[in-house]
DNA sequence: AATGAAAACTAATCAGC
DNA sequence: GCTGATTAGTTTTCATT
């Protein structure tokens, strides 16, 4: 991974839809060049997808959350988290150090929705406390920030 | 916003970079059609942009972990959020409720980078104390939800 | 690895319904 | 708000270096 490589990843996470013919003007070369080198970095496991992002309110979901996950004695985390997945409102999962087991940002409806995911993440096997933060407001999320130097 | 739009939004959700023509073909409408759906998707806020996914580890990120702040007293919580948003590493900043004021997702290079950020956030005016919690494992991040029902 | 050219496909525009 | 046709631009393939 070279230094072009690393100015296309960056021109498609600010713009996933940005063309090869665009792509190439901008690192100064070919649309099948860069062809090439973003399918090398896809099969590579280095872009691993495109995304649109869509604002959650407009989608109706409109509480944010994050859940600490307090596992119960002699729990695989593993086990707990393949169980976790199967609720969809989970977007990320973080396995962390410290008080809780795992982090969880969720997103809901409305209240009742979060409730109704508290409800059955504590019902999972393996979990013995959840701690639930509300959002008030996002500042921002997901942003992309300069890619490390050298 | 009706069913084919929310269809479509689903689609873009999945594959960001699908084509229009192919979007087309999903919903059963004209390529034309979907463009004007999804420009007017765009135009009002619901679709705000198109990101490439990037595995972390790849950039040299290995570090992840998230950042409760405390505000010092009589702080205006805007103001903070307007100096934190110049730390390029932090990726999500949420304002909570609880025992903390804000919450950030950050990345880093390594423990170092994350000792960094951590000084350069407590010498940000209006930040009385950090709390910061390491993730250990990312088990998924920003995965794509079912759309909520009607 | 990159290029240039050809073929296939897609996006954008627009008149018409 | 959708369609179908047109034009411009893009992606893909491939022979060549």
Redesign the pocket.
């Given at each position: 991974m070279d230094a072009?490589d690393r100015q296309l990843i960056q021109a498609l996470r600010e713009n996933g839809r940005a063309?090869?013919?665009?792509l190439g003007r901008l690192v100064g070369?070919?649309?099948?060049?860069v062809?090439?080198?973003i399918n090398r970095l896809e099969s590579a496991g280095v872009i691993t997808g495109y995304r649109a992002t869509v604002d959650s309110a407009s989608l109706g979901l409109g509480v944010t959350a994050l859940i600490g996950i307090s596992l119960s004695d002699a729990t695989d985390h593993q086990d707990v988290a393949d169980r976790m997945r199967s609720l969809t409102e989970i977007e990320d999962c973080w396995f962390i150090a410290g008080d809780d087991s795992y982090m969880l940002k969720v997103r809901a409806n409305d209240v009742d929705g979060l409730e109704s995911i508290i409800r059955r993440l504590s019902a999972l096997q393996g979990i013995s406390r959840t701690r639930t933060t509300i959002v008030l407001s996002t500042k921002w999320e997901d942003r992309v920030g300069a890619l490390p130097g050298e």
């Amino acid at each position: 991974m070279d230094a072009v490589d690393r100015q296309l990843i960056q021109a498609l996470r600010e713009n996933g839809r940005a063309s090869y013919a665009e792509l190439g003007r901008l690192v100064g070369l070919s649309g099948p060049s860069v062809t090439d080198r973003i399918n090398r970095l896809e099969s590579a496991g280095v872009i691993t997808g495109y995304r649109a992002t869509v604002d959650s309110a407009s989608l109706g979901l409109g509480v944010t959350a994050l859940i600490g996950i307090s596992l119960s004695d002699a729990t695989d985390h593993q086990d707990v988290a393949d169980r976790m997945r199967s609720l969809t409102e989970i977007e990320d999962c973080w396995f962390i150090a410290g008080d809780d087991s795992y982090m969880l940002k969720v997103r809901a409806n409305d209240v009742d929705g979060l409730e109704s995911i508290i409800r059955r993440l504590s019902a999972l096997q393996g979990i013995s406390r959840t701690r639930t933060t509300i959002v008030l407001s996002t500042k921002w999320e997901d942003r992309v920030g300069a890619l490390p130097g050298e």
